[in-house]
């Protein structure tokens, strides 16, 4: 049974006069691995963050886990609670040590008690390797570590589903195999993931599907090695040929 964890219908999203997503339909199943690649200002980001409501949509619906998230009576925070995102930039709290980036999330949403709160915040720095820096404060970290902390972060609310938006495009190359191990070790257990990447190596041993997007629509889409291996479009062609 492929039961679907996150169903796009008809989304369009304008800021303004602006349409940057112009009917996107998308089903991401239980335990998928999708991958959108596309252009710059081809609409990747807003279709995500379209997905857990930090942009509200102009037409269309989504459902997360069944729940339209769209529907004008859905409780939000609890919508997002089943969400975790990671973005480009880690977005840590700079003033608190890791181990109180874990927890202060898990203690104010979830209402989880303190040591209940710290132990899965242990938990998951272990799962991301970095136990060690428990105590350390997010500047002292390099920036592959301050974004598996930040993925640690998200897993602490025990997400249903993982939004990933270019989480290595900010750090050093050598910073990014260490988050993509990560990523890596998460799609093998079973993550539901949606993921906006340039790495066409992690999208093509990890995804179970590419999407293609362009202009705020989706232009083609299947297994890795036919969209990026033998693209069907010249425009999905003439981007790789760009980026590879
Ligand atoms: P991508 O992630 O593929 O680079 P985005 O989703 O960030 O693309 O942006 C798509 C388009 O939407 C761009 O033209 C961008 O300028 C515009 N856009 C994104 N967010 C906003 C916003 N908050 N206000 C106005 N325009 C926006
Ligand atoms: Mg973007």
Redo the contacts with the bound molecule.
Sequence with gaps: MAENEIEIRGLRKS??E?E?LRGIDLDVARGEVVCVI??????????LRCVNLLEEPSAGRIFVGGTEVTDLDVDIDAVRRRIGMVFQQFNLFPHVTVTENLTLPQRRVLKRGRAGAASVARENLERVGLADKAGAYPAQLSGGQQQRVAIARALAMNPEVMLFDEPTSALDPELVGEVLAVMRMLAAEGMTMMV?THEMSFAREVADRVVF?DEGAIVEQGPAEQVVGSPRHERTRNFLNRIL
Aim: glycine share 24%.
């Design positions: 800021f303004g602006n940057v596309g252009p710059s200002g081809s609409g990747k980001s807003t279709l906006v997007m």
